[in-house]
């Protein structure tokens, strides 16, 4: 299946959870989808992380300007040791990448901390009234549930609500950020412990430089593989 | 070097007291003097608040660029960068950020604490300057007690000096039992 596809599928329920991605892949996908609903279709688009949303800039700005991925990083992180590098960026392709998200619907909130989720999520649901949201990805269900004591029921049964009001979609991102085996172990759990509440659930894995093989859980025993090509 | 900072680096391990606001414009002019104008390697270790808001600060006290047009082109996700009427000097601000990569100053940040910071990070820094804000958090988030993490700042090999950060709030509540060089900058 192609990346048209997979997204439109990942886009066809009101709430996706897409689970168990290492980092890499994370961002990866999370980019393709800010990329494709914010700066390419221009649709009101909201990410809240966990994490440090600097990756996902870098590879935005790398999409937009075709400018390499790990030299935008350099720029964006210039105190870093490896920021020490001969090649200089095109300054014009950089800043013009910059001007075109700062005139997109592309909206970003890094949250420090996980435990003040339930207070969050009340504040964001005000407000999405009046927003609006086309898409909204929230980074990182795992580290929500496990800080926030937060009840999904509840959660999920809200923005339920807010998907038919306002026709927002939402997606959950899952994982952990750890060494590969430990990663694996504990997403497959992470993974079949969210999909009794919902049915679009999404298991992501085996991701390498080269592709990205997307599982749907119910293809997990059958062959439901499909790819998506590489943006770094 | 200016005398006031050559004083901070009398000791091993200098704790400053910023008595009123103005901290990070200090923690700047510490880099700038340090890292660009003494070529000492420093490195600024944020604990609890995300390095991009130093790097943005250096940038601007560095290119003369106003900080909150900077912010619009390093954070352009935001809802105040939506506004496009603030351009930037191309040539100024991406010059600015090569002279930072090319220059003696290191930033990492972190949010989480743990005593990895103590035991693996710190060990193998080399430094000549270690900046460290803050104190409180360095402190309270770790399981290491005051005494023992100083211990382990004296002992680091291969950094020169340790600066650590905090304010006169954060200095009572932690009721440091030992006595340390404390720098007081500013008025009561």
Known sequence: MDRDKIIKNILSENITIIASLPLGGRVSLTTELLYDYAIQKGKKTFFITLEKS????????????????????????????????????????????????????????????????????????????????????????DMILEKSKCNINRMLSKLNEASRNY??????????????????????????????????????????????????????????????KEVN | MKDKFKE???????????????????????LENFSIKNNYKTYLFSLGIKNTYYNNALISKLSGIPKKIIQKYEYPYLGISKNNKDKIDREKYIKTIENIQNSNIYMSDTIIFNED?????????????????????????????????????????????????????QLESLNLKNNYKIVEIGND
Not at chain 1, 113 to 138: G, H, M, P, T
Not at chain 1, 188 to 214: F, G, H, P, W
Not at chain 2, 118 to 145: A, G, Q, R
Request: hydrophobic share 40%.
């Open chain 1, 167 to 228: 026709k927002t979609k939402f997606i959950f991102i899952t994982g952990v950020n750890k060494q590969h085996d430990e990663f694996e172990l504990k997403d497959i759990k992470n993974y079949y412990k969210l999909k009794k509440y919902l049915k679009n659930v999404i298991l992501l894995q085996k991701i390498t430089k080269s592709e990205l093989e997307v599982i749907n859980y119910w293809n997990l025993y059958e062959v439901g593989r499909f790819k998506l």
């Open chain 1, 54 to 141: 600097t990756y996902n800039l870098a590879l935005l700005i790398s999409k937009i300007s075709k400018l390499k991925a790990d030299l935008i990083f350099k720029y964006l992180e210039p105190c870093l040791i490896s920021s020490k590098d001969d090649i200089k960026i095109d300054r014009d392709k950089y800043i013009a990448a910059i001007e075109k998200i700062r005139r997109s619907n592309l909206y970003i909130e890094e949250l420090d901390d996980a435990s003040i989720w339930n207070w969050y999520l009340d504040r964001f649901l005000e407000s999405i009234e009046e927003e609006k949201y086309d898409l909204v990805i929230i980074n990182r269900l």
């Open chain 2, 117 to 169: 910071i103590v035991d693996y990070i710190l060990p193998d820094m080399h430094e000549d300057i270690l900046i460290i804000d803050n104190l409180y958090n360095f402190i309270t988030k770790s399981n290491y007690s005051e005494t023992e993490i100083f211990k382990k700042l004296n002992k680091t090999k291969m950094i020169d000096n340790i600066i650590l950060f905090t304010n006169n709030k």
């Open chain 2, 8 to 30: 901070l680096l009398d000791n091993k391990v200098t704790l400053i007291n910023v008595k009123e606001r103005g901290k990070v414009d200090l923690i700047l002019e510490l």
